[in-house]
């Protein structure tokens, strides 16, 4: 979605303009504005999958410790999965939705001919229903960040627990038993990716310098996007990296 819309993020009298230079241009204006909404909240979904991957590995290796069996897990994870997905369609959704133009930057001279949408978030108050659609899309991969994050660490820190209780057992480093060694292998993985969402807090960082007026630089304004969907390339990657039996297959 990134490479099809392949967006330029500008500052134009107080709104967030997104100009599209992508080659969805040539099929379709409304493909690029679709594009562009489900990249921004398959950002925030990506993260909501990541915290889904932690909890369901502290959930079978606690279920495998008391019980000693192996269950098979995967329709639950699928149903977990596809519950969580449904506030990212809405998200998406309404991002689509919104009036994309405003009608005193039509005739602006550096957009001029050129395929454009605006995130205009402004509102009286925190609690007002003007431009309400772009202020819910963005505000629920905040919210999901802001959230997600921190909850990431404390599922570490106990599934790193559950593994090995006395971090200083040679034998407990070495996997004291195939299970083990596995779901050190996985949080490993896991543990890589959970900084993943760090570049899309770089991007945003990027946005802000250049938002805010501090130091604007083209090359800013079209590494943001890309940036930002890192973590979608990154990710299966390290997968195959670090788990042995997925690259085998």
């Given amino acids: 979605m990134s490479l099809l819309s392949t967006v330029i993020i500008e500052n134009m009298d107080g709104a967030v303009v997104y100009v599209y230079v992508g080659p969805c241009r040539l099929i379709h204006a409304e493909l690029c504005y679709a594009a562009l909404a489900i ?10 999958l990541l915290l889904i991957s932690f909890s369901f590995r502290l959930w079978p290796f606690s ?3 008391s019980t000693g069996n192996r269950t098979d897990n995967r329709a ?7 519950i969580a997905t449904i506030p990212a369609v809405i998200a998406m959704v309404t991002s689509y939705k919104y009036d994309r133009v405003l009608d005193h930057l039509l005739e602006h001279p550096d957009l001029k001919g ?3 949408s605006v995130f205009n ?5 925190i609690l007002s229903k003007e431009n309400i659609l ?7 991969v905040m919210f999901v960040y802001l959230t997600a994050s921190p909850i990431l660490f404390v599922l570490r820190r106990i599934t790193t627990y559950r593994i090995c209780p006395d971090i200083t057992s040679k034998i407990c480093l070495q996997g004291a038993s195939s299970d083990k060694s596995r779901h050190q292998a996985i949080l490993r993985s896991l543990t890589i990716q959970m900084a993943l969402p760090l570049f899309f807090s770089l991007a945003f960082f990027l946005g ?6 501090i130091y604007q630089l083209k090359a800013f304004q ?6 930002s969907s890192t973590f979608t390339l990154i990710s299966p990657i390290i997968i195959l990296y670090y788990l042995p039996p997925y690259r085998k297959y």
Wanted: net charge positive; aromatic share 10%; proline share 4%.
């Fill in 121 to 125: 978030m402004t509102a009286t108050h």
């Fill in 208 to 213: 802000l310098v250049d938002f805010m007026g």
């Fill in 63 to 65: 279920s495998t410790l």
């Fill in 114 to 116: 050129r395929l454009f």
């Fill in 134 to 140: 772009p202020r819910v899309s963005i505000g629920y």
């Fill in 39 to 48: 990249h921004v909240e398959l950002i925030g979904e990506s993260c909501v």
């Fill in 222 to 227: 079209r590494s943001k996007m890309p940036i």
């Fill in 76 to 82: 639950k994870l699928l149903f977990i999965c596809f």
